[in-house]
């Protein structure tokens, strides 16, 4: 299995809303899900890795308090954007680590799009 | 960390023609090299890994070279179709427990008719 699905598939909110973002692995179970963000015509910036059961670890320049992840089980990730500000406006994808390629190998959501007004 | 550099960032093919996009890595330590495909507004697919105890693999029109000692690996399209046509994006991690992507920057393939 290598099925990744990733809900909203596009959300608009107001400034200072908080909005959450589900990620689910459908067919294998993933310890490790990674969550990105994509500008357009941009490559993927890795914000977060998520690890099931434990906190996740953000990569440098990602604020923790503003970007929420849990983990709470083998198939779900959530990222939380709290506060939402126009500049959080961006393409959020997220990825799982196994499946078929087995480890190391990322099969990615389909993406959510956050429109900040 | 780990830098990866992508060229060339637009590539236009006629449509039979073969298509080659590079990447170099800076990391030693890499060892996992994967490959995705990306059109426009949908999620990045991969299309084909290598690991570091090979030096090239291939399926079907795609296929990947490695080279670990100049830290650079390929990818190779033969007989472009119109449906190649997407951005294609290069990765290098370390395997092992959580191991992150850095991605290359992209190429933007165009295969005409």
């Known amino acids: 299995g290598a099925v990744v699905s990733q809900h909203p598939s596009w959300v608009i909110c107001k400034s200072g809303t908080s909005v959450k973002i589900e990620c689910r692995s459908l067919?294998?179970?993933?310890?490790?899900m990674f969550w990105y963000r994509q500008f357009p015509k941009q490559s993927l910036m890795l914000m977060a890795t998520?690890?099931?059961?434990?906190?996740?670890?953000?990569e440098q320049g990602v604020e923790k308090d503003k970007f929420l992840i849990n983990h709470a089980s083998l198939t779900l990730s959530t990222l939380t954007v709290t506060s939402a500000h126009p500049e959080d406006s961006s393409f959020y994808i997220c990825?799982?680590?196994?499946?078929?390629?087995?480890?190391?190998?990322?099969?990615f959501g389909p993406g959510t799009r956050l429109t900040v007004l | 960390g780990e830098n990866v550099e992508q060229h060339p960032s637009t590539l236009s093919v006629q449509e039979g023609d073969s298509a080659v996009i590079k990447c170099t890595y800076s990391?030693?330590?890499?060892?996992?090299f994967p490959w995705y495909k990306q059109e426009l507004g949908k999620r990045p697919q991969l299309i084909i890994d290598?690991?570091?105890?090979?030096g090239e693999k291939k399926d079907q029109r795609i296929a990947v070279t490695l080279n670990k000692t100049a830290k650079h690996f390929s990818l190779h399209i033969t007989e472009t179709q119109p449906e190649d046509s997407a951005v294609y994006f290069c990765?290098?991690?370390?395997?092992?427990?959580?191991?992150?992507?850095?991605f290359g920057t992209g190429t933007r393939l165009q295969v005409t008719l």
């Open positions: 990391d030693s330590a890499s060892n996992y």
């Open positions: 998520s690890n099931e059961g434990s906190k996740a670890t953000y």
């Open positions: 290598i690991r570091s105890n090979v």
């Open positions: 990765a290098a991690s370390i395997t092992g427990t959580a191991s992150k992507l850095t």
């Open positions: 067919d294998f179970q993933a310890t490790t």
């Open positions: 990825s799982a680590e196994g499946g078929t390629g087995g480890t190391d190998t990322q099969y």
